[in-house]
């Protein structure tokens, strides 16, 4: 079975400061990945995706992440973070042909703050 | 397009009776998919289903959850004599199935806002 570990539950920054968000997966077979986000009272939108092919990714709102195989990590980053971006951010993983279901981490609030 | 809806937006009941909550997904997505997200967790799959055919449903939560999408369209989750542990959001997605084109990536699944269900 496949998981997904989002080590900080909560990530307090600058605005206009940089962010990385962490993302580590477990799974035997080879899966897709991606990054969501959910905004108060909102629902999960996605950011960004990886399905193959080149490992650096770019998403929505100035959001990038890469895929690095050998650690079996999927992190998130962004070179100037806004007030905007607070958030709740949810990596997650999906079997490849298995149905896309998605498992999800434990989330990483992010706070943006003056 | 509208997205994806649920309904009702909030659901407090009592503990031992049965509640239903709806989903209308993208009107031609393929596959729906149905998720519990707990305080603090990340969402965690229930059910899905293509077209009308429930594909997976092991991960129902015990025999008291059921779901079903008649007609290939909207689906309902039902929760028999709820129990406190129940209180949740259940989320439902919907997204295309691959290789069938139109609105969207086919391995993106779009969200609706969810039924936070509160069982007292």
């Known amino acids: 079975a496949q998981s997904v570990t989002q080590l900080d539950s909560q990530v307090p920054v600058f605005e206009e400061a940089p962010v990385e968000l962490r993302c580590n997966y477990s799974?035997?077979?080879?899966?897709?990945l991606f990054w969501y986000v959910q905004y108060p009272n909102q629902g999960l939108q996605l950011l960004l995706k990886?399905?193959?092919?080149?490992?650096l990714v770019k998403g929505i709102n100035g959001f990038e992440a890469e895929f690095n195989k050998s650690q079996t990590s999927f992190h998130l980053r962004k070179p100037s973070v806004h007030i905007s971006d607070t958030a709740e951010y949810f990596c997650?993983?999906?079997?490849?042909?298995?149905?896309?279901?998605?498992?999800f981490g434990t989330g990483t609030q992010l706070k943006v703050e003056l | 397009d509208t997205g994806v809806s649920q309904d009702p937006r909030h659901k407090i009941t009592k503990r031992g009776q049965n509640v239903t909550f709806r989903c209308d997904p993208i009107?031609?997505?393929?596959?729906l998919y149905w998720y519990r997200q707990t305080l603090g967790q990340g969402p965690e799959f229930l059910t899905y289903?293509?077209?009308?055919?429930?594909?997976?449903k092991s991960r129902l939560l015990s025999d008291r959850f059921s779901a079903e999408r008649p007609k290939g369209s909207f689906s309902t989750l039902e929760i028999q004599r709820t129990e406190q542990g129940d209180s949740a959001m259940y989320l439902c997605?919907?997204?295309?199935?691959?290789?069938?084109?139109?609105?969207?990536?086919?391995?993106?699944?779009?969200f609706g806002p969810g039924t936070r269900l509160t069982v007292t």
């Open positions: 997650a993983v999906a079997l490849t042909g298995g149905g896309n279901k998605l498992t």
């Open positions: 997605a919907s997204s295309l199935l691959p290789g069938t084109g139109g609105h969207g990536d086919s391995y993106e699944q779009y």
């Open positions: 990886y399905l193959s092919g080149s490992t």
């Open positions: 289903f293509q077209n009308e055919a429930q594909l997976e």
């Open positions: 799974s035997s077979v080879s899966v897709y």
């Open positions: 009107s031609e997505h393929n596959r």
